[in-house]
């Protein structure tokens, strides 16, 4: 079973789906409307916590675990590796590299969504608000400033003074400078994903010169992680050997 929600896991589910030797699940929060059209098998909502995944590996003999779900989904992660604790799945965590800073880049990085918030101070300034569409809260202390917010689905609760752009990547940098030129943004939010599908808004806010508050991640789970979808196939060729070794 894939613990899904990203990109990577979509292209990870679509590759073995492929594959005649491996039943695959893709599991999503639920949390978008309309997720795109995915290959194979697919089960939708949470599980009820370490103890409600933990009976689902068990009753779907699910024999490998792999959590592909997005940097900041840490509650689900830690989820995982708690659950196999307790039922002996073999888990591998993929995770693609956080993004670091290069030269021209001007980063504020800060520990969380309300400190990104924070670090906006009192100045009015057009804030260009790229971290999805479930922790807006924070930004409604602060409405001296205009807002224009990316989401795929529409926010539950708008933000005073904002703009809403519904839209699902990957963006492109050139798109993304045309985009932020056009609504004059001061300031980038966006936190620390990693990957290529929406570093252009970084790329474009070095062009323009424009400050980026960056939001760390999260602390990892504890699982062993791998950095590509070719290591995570590496690694379930090397479990399914063994399986059939064991005559499993
Ligand atoms: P989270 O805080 O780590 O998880 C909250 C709860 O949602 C979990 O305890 C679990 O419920 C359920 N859940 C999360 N991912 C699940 C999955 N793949 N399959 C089944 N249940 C899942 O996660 P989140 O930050 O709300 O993110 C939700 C989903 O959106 C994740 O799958 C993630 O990959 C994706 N996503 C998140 C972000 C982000 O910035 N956080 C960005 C892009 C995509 P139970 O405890 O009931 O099992």
Redesign the pocket.
């Known amino acids: 079973m894939i613990?899904?929600?990203?990109g990577d896991a979509r292209k990870l589910a679509e590759r073995l789906s492929a594959r005649t030797d491996l039943r695959v699940t893709l599991?999503?929060?639920g949390?978008t409307k309309m997720p795109l059209p995915q290959a194979g098998e697919t089960r939708v909502?949470?599980?009820?916590?370490v103890e409600?995944?933990a009976d689902y590996l068990r009753t779907e003999r699910v024999d490998l675990l792999v959590d592909a779900?997005?940097p900041?989904?840490?509650?689900?992660?830690a989820?995982a590796f708690a659950a196999v604790q307790a039922t002996g799945t073999p888990l591998i965590a993929l995770d693609r590299p956080a993004w670091t800073k290069v030269g021209g880049d001007k980063w504020i990085e800060v520990d969380s969504v309300s400190a990104a918030a924070d670090a906006l101070g009192d100045e009015p300034r057009t804030v260009f608000l790229t971290?999805?569409r479930?922790e807006l809260a924070p930004f409604a202390r602060q409405p001296q400033h205009r807002f224009m917010v990316r989401s795929v689905d529409p926010a539950e609760v708008e933000l005073p003074n904002a703009v809403t752009i519904l839209d699902r990547g990957p963006f492109n940098a050139v798109a993304e400078e045309t985009l932020m030129r056009a609504h004059g943004v001061d300031v980038l939010v966006t936190?620390n994903?990693g990957g290529d599908a929406t570093y252009g808004k970084i790329i474009a806010a070095r062009r323009l010169g424009l400050p980026v508050i960056m939001v760390k991640r999260p602390a990892p789970s504890g699982a062993d992680t791998v950095r590509s979808i070719a290591k995570v196939e590496d690694w379930i060729d090397r479990h399914v050997a063994a399986f059939a070794e064991r005559g499993a």
Request: glycine share 32%; hydrophobic share 30%; proline share 0%.
């Open positions: 613990l899904g929600g990203t599991s999503l929060a949390r909502g949470g599980f009820g916590g409600g995944l779900t997005h900041f989904a840490g509650r689900i992660s989820n971290i999805g479930q936190k994903s």
